[in-house]
């Protein structure tokens, strides 16, 4: 049924979510492995931040981002309707809130993650 | 115009698994899918098997996955599908035949959530009287039709069949904020259960799907507030 109902926004800023909360828990397990790896073998520990440093790595962290930022968003659309059930009304214009805050945070957070790899000025110029 | 009508069927006396036949159709674009059904079976292939009952949208006995929304058969225009229409039977319910689904495990949800006013007062001379603001609080939820449309859209409902579901917590709703009642604190010791509100993730399938345009999910929502308030 998940696949065959045409739900509206609603279903899809759930799927999101859903999506987003289970990328951030894969990253936290991983994130728990590399850390390990600094006491365990600091050698391969350097070897995985040379990975996070490349392109693909910095693509991933942003993307990374992206998830944690729809997540953290659409978390504090979820509060609200919690806190304030008349809010249900309006469901569709906090989503496109959501989004609205999201690509203005995000594009300019992507660019400082990824420029360093393609040797384009950062923060430090 | 000419529609083509895809039609789940299944008879569990012959098929081993539902599958789709296709009819053509001659339809106008004010005609209900109701329609359509009914030029099917009168004209078509007289085993096809639905329900319906007053076909106008009121007794709620049509719902039907129609375009992959939760829609009733008998309100829902074809100029408001197109020229190719899918029909399935609602989501997540055994089906008996076709289009018929067994509602019983929906009404026995339903008859969980004591749907009936209680109040053990003596019976007043008149009636309960009740101000217009008192009336206001629950009117939004005094509309539904239990025709299982919002249930059934529900992905919390899909994965977890033992969920109250929308309905059955709109129902509640209603008597629950219904200053003559006096069975609140039960309803919401019902609805604070493992299978209750919390299983709602708030997709808003249901508030689509609702034929009557209830906001199900602010109703949902209201209640969960009030088993929290219970607590603080």
């Known amino acids: 049924m998940l696949l065959r109902y045409r739900g509206g926004a609603g279903m899809l800023a759930w799927a999101f979510h859903r999506i987003a909360g289970v990328a951030l828990f894969l990253f936290i397990l991983l994130h728990v492995l590399d850390i390990w790896l600094a006491a365990a073998n600091p050698g391969l520990y350097d070897e995985v931040l040379t990975v996070y440093a490349s392109l693909p790595g910095r693509i991933g962290e942003a993307l990374l981002g992206a998830a944690l930022l729809y997540h953290a968003l659409n978390g504090l659309r979820i509060i609200a309707l919690d806190f304030w059930p008349r809010l249900t009304r309006y469901h569709l214009q906090l989503w496109y809130a959501c989004w609205v805050v999201f690509f203005v945070v995000g594009i300019p957070g992507a660019y400082l993650i990824i420029a360093p790899a393609l040797g384009l000025p950062g923060l430090k110029g | ?232």
């Not at chain 2, 036949?21 to 292939?45: F, I, Q, S």
């Not at chain 2, 026995?108 to 009287?129: G, H, I, Q, S």
Request: proline letters at 5%; a neutral charge.
């Open chain 2, 1 to 232: 115009m000419q529609v083509d009508l895809r039609i789940l069927r299944y008879d569990p006396e012959r098929d081993a698994a539902p599958h789709w036949e296709t009819y053509a159709v001659e339809a106008g674009p004010m005609d209900r899918v109701l329609n359509l059904l009914h030029t099917v079976k009168n004209t078509m292939d007289g085993t096809l098997t639905f329900r319906r009952s007053c076909a106008h949208g009121i007794c709620g006995s049509d719902a039907m996955l129609i375009n992959g929304r939760n829609r009733l058969a008998c309100k829902i225009r074809v100029e408001q599908l197109g020229r190719r229409i899918s029909i399935a039977p609602i989501g997540g319910m055994p089906v008996v035949k076709d289009l018929v689904v067994d509602m019983e495990g929906f009404f026995a949800k339903y008859r969980t959530v004591m749907p009936f006013l209680v109040n053990d007062a003596p019976v007043p001379e008149r009636e309960r009287r009740q101000s217009v603001a008192d009336r206001e609080r629950f009117d939004d939820t005094t509309r539904c039709i239990l025709c299982a449309a919002c249930t059934t859209s529900c992905p919390s409902f899909w994965a977890r069949p033992t969920y109250l579901g929308p309905a059955a917590i709109v129902q509640a709703h209603r008597f629950i904020f219904d200053s003559r009642d006096t069975a609140a604190e039960d309803r919401l010791e019902i609805l604070a259960d493992d299978d209750g509100v919390w299983r709602c993730r708030t997709t808003f399938n249901c508030v689509t799907a609702c034929p009557r345009e209830i906001n199900v999910t602010g109703a949902i929502l209201e209640v969960t507030r009030a088993i929290v308030a219970r607590h603080s």
